[in-house]
T-cell receptor, first 109, second 114 residues
Framework: KNEVEQSPQNLTAQEGEFITINCSYS?????LHWLQQHPGGGIVSLFM???GKKKHGRLIATINIQEKHSSLHITASHPRDSAVYIC???????????FGTGTRLQVTL | DAGVIQSPRHEVTEMGQEVTLRCKPI?????LFWYRQTMMRGLELLIY????????DSGMPEDRFSAKMPNASFSTLKIQPSEPRDSAVYFC????????????FGDGTRLSIL
């Protein structure tokens, strides 16, 4: 069993829909990253959080440390949001990242 | 500011050849990470450095893989000899410090071993 599980693996949505991607982990963590990887392959860090909620534009990330669960929400989705979204956790005192397998999101017109 | 710079962007070579991937971290960042991404295994940490010193290389798959960071602005990942199963995208990332700091990724090197 992977230490970091994401769901769903694939997601298709229509433009404007509200999207939720989930991440569950089984280890103790000090923080959690949400990353975005576009079809061209580049990886961008969207959020790093260790508690509560963070918002940036149409993106919202939440984390519940007790339940070992995080969600990434996209409001008013747009085709340019189409990408792979990857959850990664930081374990221990170092910056070592353990990655989930990613959620492939396709937003259509 | 320039981001993390990796070279080459693409590399195609025959098995048995030596491959060297290069990374220039963001200036002022003192932690550097090498990752590998494959369809089967997703993203995996290979090795990371802090202040040019290797901290954790437990992700390096075999002795054929080696990484160096001779100074704060340059790191290499070397595969010798290369094998077809090494084909993957290799990412370098840097952060300001060890701990809970965001990591900035390079564009990756797409490596194909024939």
């Amino acid at each position: 069993k992977n230490e970091v599980e994401q769901s769903p693996q694939n997601l298709t949505a229509q433009e404007g829909e509200f999207i939720t991607i989930n991440c569950s982990y089984s280890v103790g963590i000090s923080a959690l990253h949400w990353l975005q990887q576009h079809p061209g392959g580049g990886i961008v860090s969207l959020f790093m959080l260790s508690s509560g909620k963070k918002k940036h534009g149409r993106l919202i990330a939440t984390i519940n440390i007790q339940e070992k669960h995080s969600s990434l929400h996209i409001t008013a989705s747009h085709p340019r949001d189409s990408a792979v979204y990857i959850c990664a956790v930081i374990t221990g005192t170092a910056s070592k990242l353990t990655f989930g397998t990613g959620t492939r999101l396709q937003v259509t017109l | 500011d320039a981001g993390v710079i990796q070279s080459p962007r693409h590399e195609v070579t025959e098995m048995g050849q030596e491959v060297t991937l290069r990374c220039k971290p963001i200036s002022g960042h003192n932690s550097l990470f090498w990752y590998r991404q494959t369809m089967m295994r997703g993203l995996e940490l290979l090795i990371y450095f802090n202040n040019n010193v290797p901290i954790d290389d437990s992700g390096m798959p075999e002795d054929r893989f080696s990484a160096k960071m001779p100074n704060a602005s340059f790191s290499t990942l070397k595969i010798q000899p290369s094998e077809p199963r090494d084909s993957a995208v290799y990412f370098c990332a840097s952060s300001k410090d060890i701990g809970n700091q965001p990591q900035h990724f390079g564009d990756g090197t797409r490596l194909s071993i024939l």
